[in-house]
């Protein structure tokens, strides 16, 4: 089992910068691939930006340049730091936890965290 809780969404005027945490706990962080997907009202969840195990990392096209993703293993924690924000990166942020082994696949997900762009 894995816990995800994000933090750090909030209030942003466009242009402006935050930055997302998920704190994980209670299983091997290091093993899991974790991702940020956003959902804004009346859309499909869809990938921001994901972290393997091994330090790799993919961007949705809409936020290359803009977003970065990072893992920090000693507080089994990943960031999200978006900077450049406009209408449509306004949306519920979700952490993700997946791994696949043996055939079996875990997938976690937190509470979401709302992100909101306006002046």
């Known amino acids: 089992q894995v816990q995800l809780v994000e933090s750090g969404g909030g209030l942003v005027q466009p242009g402006g910068s935050l930055r997302l945490s998920c704190a994980a706990s209670g299983s091997i962080f290091s093993s899991y691939a974790m991702g940020w997907y956003r959902q804004a009202p009346g859309k499909q969840r869809e990938l921001v930006a994901r972290?393997?195990?091994?330090?790799?990392?993919n961007y949705a096209d809409s936020v290359k340049g803009r977003f970065t993703i990072s893992r920090d293993y000693a507080k089994n924690t990943v960031y999200l730091q978006m900077t450049s924000l406009n209408d449509e990166d306004a949306a519920v942020y979700y952490c993700?936890?997946?791994?696949?082994?043996?055939?079996?696949?875990?997938?976690?997900w937190g509470q979401g965290t709302q992100v909101t762009v306006s002046s």
């Open positions: 972290i393997r195990s091994a330090g790799t990392t």
């Open positions: 993700n936890a997946w791994r696949m082994v043996w055939g079996t696949e875990d997938n976690y």
